[in-house]
């Protein structure tokens, strides 16, 4: 039921004008048969993929049988990004051919292909949730739930600069990948986080500090698993994300989304920090819109979203 499915798209315009003839999309199916119970559509971070639960799924605490978003009951669609090399190694664009906004629209236009026309719920985390918003904006009857998750609707100044400094490492290191993930990994925890963990403790077999090992280890571990090209074309989809941008104010936009919102923000997030979120909220509240701020309390900052699930469950279990 979960194997990777493939479609293809036809006469594609993107954002830059550029018109595509076809454009390959693959996803993943889990839980109910499709048509048969709600759908909810998870849209993967930066370096996730389409395997949401099940065998090597990143999200098993949360999708699953019996879990938060139940197998049982909804019908739970993932596509892959286009570019993210998941299964495949071919690179069939440059890294900067796509906006997030293509992709959203990629995934909406997929969607009605799979004659899909209503979302019980679109959830994303990180850049997942910025393509969540860009859908809510362009297919404003789609979604019932909205549900970005250490995420926002815009790419902030704080973002831009760190994704400019991914690319110099990723244009200029004898081992970008690896080096580029090492850097990454300082925004997605928080001092406090390593602290507790770490404590200043020496691996012994490699005489560094654990710390140290740790940034080496997820550095490899990216590296095993994904593709130079994949990273730049997420780097440049997260530098990409506004909602808004073909509208002539952030009012405007958010007039025309029908979805209710419930944004889920960390409160040591040093990437998406939590004061946006806030902030989004009231501009929704401020056109009338069903907005309401959950909030982690952690100190593992952006990447809590993928430890307290505890907390994550019961900020989200009303909907669910």
Not at 108 to 131: D, E, R
Not at 161 to 178: A, D, M, T, W, Y
Not at 275 to 290: A, M, R, Y
Request: glycine share 4%; with cysteine.
């Amino acid at each position: 039921m979960n194997t990777l499915k493939h479609i293809s798209l036809y006469n594609f315009i993107s954002e830059k004008g550029k018109v595509y003839s076809s454009i390959p999309l693959s996803y993943q199916l889990f839980g109910k048969p499709l048509y048969t119970a709600p759908i909810v559509l998870i849209n993967h971070a930066l370096t996730g993929n389409s395997n949401v639960t099940g065998s090597d799924g990143w999200w098993n605490a949360i999708v699953g049988n019996s879990k938060l978003i139940d197998t049982k009951k909804y019908t739970i669609i993932a596509f892959n990004i286009p570019g993210n090399a998941y299964k495949t190694n071919e690179i069939l664009f440059e890294f900067d051919e796509f906006s997030a906004n293509d992709v959203a629209k990629l995934f909406g236009v997929a969607l009605q292909q799979l004659n899909i026309f209503k979302l019980y719920a679109a959830v994303g985390s990180s850049l997942g949730g910025g393509i969540a918003w860009e859908m809510a904006v362009l297919f404003p009857d789609l979604i019932e739930n909205l549900i970005p998750i250490a995420s926002d609707w815009k790419t902030t100044d704080w973002i831009l600069g760190h994704n400019r400094v991914q690319f110099q490492i990723l244009e200029n290191s004898k081992h970008p990948l690896k080096d580029a993930r090492m850097m990454a990994m300082l925004f997605y925890r928080t001092p406090a986080s390593f602290d507790k963990r770490f404590n200043k403790s020496i691996n012994k077999e490699l005489d560094i500090y654990n710390i140290e090992s740790w940034l080496i280890h997820h550095g490899n571990k990216l590296e095993s698993r994904f593709t130079l090209h994949a990273y730049k074309v997420m780097t440049h989809l997260l530098s990409s994300v506004n909602c808004t941008k073909n509208f002539y104010s952030v009012s405007e936009a958010f007039k025309t989304i029908q979805a209710k919102v419930t944004m889920v923000g960390i409160n040591s997030d040093l990437f998406f920090v939590p004061e946006e979120n806030i902030n989004t909220v009231q501009l929704l509240k401020n056109e009338h819109k069903k907005a309401c701020y959950k909030e982690i309390n952690s100190i593992h900052g952006h990447d809590a979203f993928l430890i307290e699930y505890k907390q994550l469950i019961n900020l989200l279990k009303e909907i669910f």
